[in-house]
């Protein structure tokens, strides 16, 4: 069969007909080859038919499966398509080529832990593979696009939020004037000043206090919440590293927010795993402590140095 094979790769279409009807046209085998011949052929329906006869005599003629896997990939059918590569993904050795095109429908679907998945596995049998190695980093950097979008779109959600006017609110007019004379002119401003805080100001009473509560409650909201959040990871932080020389104004950078820093998709996945939210959160953190999260390697411990480092800041020193 293989002389069949090569003759159809030599363009050689009646040479190779004559050689397969000399064959036992009741294998798995001769009604693959008969499927590269009608395929080359251009007789893409009648091959795929005839493939499917190969794989309904044997299941496991990769060859076989493989064809009529990529002409239904090809022509529409992703659902058997996926299918057919999937079978071809669970033998061994890694069947590459099934691996890389199911790769290539898994990302189109935005199933991209699956795709690398079909990659990874690639590399494992075959390290120095380079296409696999270009699409892995393709992959990831449709991973990083993915989670940068979702944490913009975020983070914008919470600007818009915390950039709302104070003047959009109910409030009384002896509120509202108290307010405006502090400064307060928006809900992220609110967010930051405690009740003692409002209390302290001049005509500024428990009425407007308990208004400007229950508005907020309403809201699953709170008086402080923005510097309460904060200040644990400054506490921490300060606990942990005693000795360190703080940069001055180290407590606005303990609690600056990780997802308001340029990291990239993976370092901010870790920090997900590992609950950190702010500045003050990582530099609690030792380099060993970072290295045994899933998927946090040299490349991402690097990558938070340095921007420690901008900062005048570095990852807790083991004692």
């Known amino acids: 069969m293989n002389d069949v094979a090569t003759l159809i790769r030599d363009g050689k ?10 064959q036992r046209a009741d294998t798995a085998d001769w009604h693959y080859h008969r499927g590269l011949l009608l395929e080359a052929q251009g007789r893409i329906e009648e091959a795929m038919d005839v493939y499917e006869t190969a794989v309904a005599r044997d299941p496991n003629h990769q060859a076989a499966v493989f064809r009529l896997a990529y002409n239904h990939d090809l022509y529409g059918d992703e659902d058997r398509a996926i299918k057919l590569y999937e079978s071809l993904a669970r033998q061994t050795p890694a069947h590459v080529n099934a691996l890389m ?12 832990e699956e795709a690398f998945a079909c990659v990874d ?20 950097s449709s991973m990083t696009m993915l989670y940068d979008e979702t944490q913009e779109r975020t983070r914008a ?6 950039d709302t006017p104070v003047s ?3 409030l009384s007019v002896r509120s509202r004037n108290c307010l405006k004379k502090m400064n307060i002119n928006t809900l992220g401003d609110l967010l930051r000043v405690s009740e003692a805080e409002l209390l302290a100001y001049k005509n500024f009473g428990e009425t407007s206090l308990n208004e400007i509560k229950a508005m907020l409650k309403q809201k699953g909201l709170r008086l402080g ?8 990871a400054s506490a921490a932080a300060r606990t942990a590293v005693p000795r360190r020389n703080l940069p001055e104004g180290s407590p606005e950078i303990l609690g600056k927010f990780l997802s308001d820093m340029e990291f990239s998709g993976r370092a901010r996945k870790c920090f997900q795993r590992l609950n950190l939210v702010t500045v003050g959160d990582l530099v609690n953190k030792t380099e060993a402590e970072l290295l045994a999260a899933k998927n946090f390697g040299q490349t991402s411990l ?14 807790r020193k083991t004692d």
């Open 225 to 232: 919440q923005l510097k309460d959040e904060a200040l644990p």
């Open 101 to 112: 095109n199911l790769a290539v429908i898994y990302e189109d679907h935005g199933r991209f």
């Open 13 to 22: 279409m009646d040479q190779a007909e004559a050689a397969l009807n000399q």
């Open 121 to 140: 596995r690639i590399l494992r049998e075959y390290p120095n593979h380079p296409r696999a190695r270009m699409f892995a980093k393709d992959i990831e």
């Open 168 to 170: 959009d609110f109910e």
């Open 302 to 315: 690097n990558e938070v140095k340095q921007k420690l480092a901008e900062l005048g800041l570095s990852l």
């Open 157 to 162: 959600k919470r600007n818009a939020i915390m």
